[in-house]
């Protein structure tokens, strides 16, 4: 806060002007409240014999602008403090309990979906599922779910592992899993080293400091570009619901649109690559859930290997590369 006095009535003002463009220059850093300043002119006559200001005008707004640099110091304050790290909090263990919990079956039992299948009479089969806007059979859904081109996972809220898409075996998936980790807590799912990364992603979308964390886990050849998303997921009024992990194999899409524009992909030098996207700023490694990725520290290669140009297709009425 920029406070002055005048024997006159605009002595200073100049000088808070060109002390608050100083404060203000790149490199000083300083943090000046914006707004109301307090210059008080013709100083010699606006005292009385006690030393107190004479207006109570005066008097007010100095106080006014005091209450406000008071708060704004809390403010600045605020933000400037570290934020909390809330990872710790992440129950991996899924000790706690969500509207959604079923309840009297063993989470890390092998038969678990058939367990609390049975306990809830969960529908299954032809019978239909009315959705946000739609209406499918249990079967439609299923068939709908394994055609999606990427191997998708949820857990819910309580960091319970609920469902993935099976369709292949462990050995055939970029982040393998099999039919008896689900209702596992994610603990069960993770190797105890990873654990502290795990929650670090679960915190990041539980608190809504990022939308979706992205992680390319180049462990799978040079022909791939595997992608681990991990997406938050809420319900109607914002409330988090749980994660949505989908892994994708990039390479193809790339592929297929170099292939279709008669483009190729270059590498710039300019531009150091993290192995993490810029969603989470995170250097570290996070598995997926099966524990399947691994460290990704080296320099990501951003020429494709499909690089080579190919003729483009008619049908996609693009002009062909000569």
Not at 53 to 60: I, W, Y
Not at 99 to 118: F, H, K, N, P, R
Not at 251 to 257: C, L, S
Not at 274 to 302: F, I, L, N, R, Y
């Amino acid at each position: 806060m920029l406070v002055g006095a005048s024997y006159y009535d605009q002595g200073s003002s100049r000088a808070q002007l060109h002390l608050r463009q100083i404060l203000e220059a790149p490199g000083v850093n300083a943090i000046v409240m914006p707004g109301n300043e307090f210059l008080l002119g013709k100083v010699k006559e606006a005292f009385d014999e006690q030393n107190n200001l004479k207006e109570q005008g005066t008097t007010d707004f100095l106080q006014t602008c005091l209450e406000k640099f008071v708060k704004f110091i809390k403010v600045v304050s605020s933000i400037n403090e570290p934020q909390k790290d809330l990872s710790a909090e992440e129950d991996l263990e899924a000790t706690g309990k969500i509207d959604t919990t079923i309840e009297g079956v063993d989470m890390s039992a092998e038969d678990w979906v058939e367990q609390a299948s049975e306990k809830i009479d969960a529908v299954q089969g032809d019978t239909y599922v009315k959705l946000n806007r739609g209406i499918l059979t249990v079967n439609q859904l299923n068939a709908l779910l394994a055609s999606m081109p990427m191997e998708l996972t949820f857990a819910d809220s309580n960091n319970q592992f609920l469902f993935y898409n099976y369709t292949e075996d462990k050995e055939e998936m970029f982040a393998g899993r099999v039919p008896g980790q689900v209702g596992n807590p994610l603990a069960n799912c993770h190797p105890p080293a990873t654990y502290k990364n795990v929650k670090w992603v679960l915190s990041q979308l539980r608190h809504g400091n990022e939308d979706v964390v992205r992680i390319h886990v180049p462990t799978h050849g040079p022909d791939k570009y595997v992608v681990h998303s991990y997406q938050a997921m809420h319900d109607d009024t914002g409330n988090y619901m749980g994660v949505n992990e989908y892994v994708l194999d990039f390479q193809p899409i790339i592929d297929w649109y170099l292939q279709q524009t008669g483009q190729r992909l270059a590498k710039d030098e300019t531009v150091e690559v993290d192995a993490t996207s810029s969603a989470s700023k995170k250097q570290e490694e996070v598995d997926s859930v099966s524990g399947a990725s691994e460290q990704a520290t080296s320099e990501v290669d951003s020429v494709s290997s499909a690089s080579e140009s190919a003729d483009v297709d008619s049908v996609s009425s693009a002009s062909i590369k000569s």
